[in-house]
């Protein structure tokens, strides 16, 4: 009985050790892609927010094999990608939630590390230029302009975080306002006047007194509303202690 044990076990071990050397044997991706997301109208990168849950997903559709599920991954808020694990082939490569006028993908063959430029147009471009007063006011110039005369923009915000991921999304912001709808303006923000900003006062001074701000603009189309952003303006506040 206890020989029949015995060879029972060392079965098991000789399976266990198989099994893991199948999985050990499997190949590792042997290549990847890096790129960013163009305007076609004017090259420029398109801002996006903040890379995560409620950001633009980039998806790879593998060409000419047998493989029935994509990969997936995100864009990053200034407008580039990268995924460095992915096997070589040929691919379909597709944005498939962006705030864009029309398609935005292209067939690429990786060969290890590829670039891969994509080109779209947005529904509006959006812009600033902000300063701050020597008390804390952020003063923003900015323009809101759609791409198309079709479309209009129904809504512009003002948005402001600790950190440099800043869109629309409650996440990624410590204080949002809507200011109306005009394509371009000034509009001023009292930082003094937030209760996030005061309470937080010592940690915004305690990481060289950064905030970042950003401006979005909506576009509704087809009661789908589209929103785009400005890059990501790094501003310094002054110590009122």
Wanted: charged fraction near 20%; include cysteine.
């Amino acid at each position: 009985m206890k020989k029949i044990i015995n060879a029972i076990f060392l079965l098991s071990c000789i399976f266990c050790l198989s099994c893991e050397n199948n999985i050990d044997n499997y190949s590792a991706p042997d290549g990847g892609v890096y790129g960013a997301l163009y305007d076609k109208q004017t090259l420029d990168t398109i801002p996006m927010p903040v890379s995560g849950n409620s950001g633009v997903m980039i998806r790879l559709y593998e060409q000419n094999t047998d493989a029935t599920e994509p990969v997936d991954f995100y864009a990053n808020e200034d407008g580039t990608f990268k995924n460095s694990k992915v096997f070589n082939g040929d691919y379909l490569i597709k944005v498939v939630n962006g705030p864009f006028a029309g398609i935005c993908e292209d067939y690429i063959t990786i060969k290890g590390q590829t670039n891969a430029k994509l080109y779209t147009i947005p529904f509006s471009r959006v812009n600033l230029h902000a300063t701050v007063s020597d008390d804390n006011k952020i003063s923003v110039d900015y323009d809101a302009v759609p791409s198309n005369d079709t479309y209009s923009i129904s809504n512009v915000q003002f948005i402001w975080n600790f950190a440099p991921g800043v869109d629309v999304n409650n996440a990624n912001y410590a204080g949002i306002k809507s200011i109306g709808s005009s394509e371009k303006g000034t509009y001023t923000y009292n930082l003094m006047d937030d209760a996030e900003f005061v309470e937080n006062y010592y940690k915004i001074l305690s990481d060289s007194n950064k905030v970042y701000i950003r401006m979005a603009a909506t576009v509704t189309v087809d009661s789908v509303s589209y929103v785009n952003y400005s890059k990501v303006a790094e501003v310094k506040v002054h110590d009122l202690r």
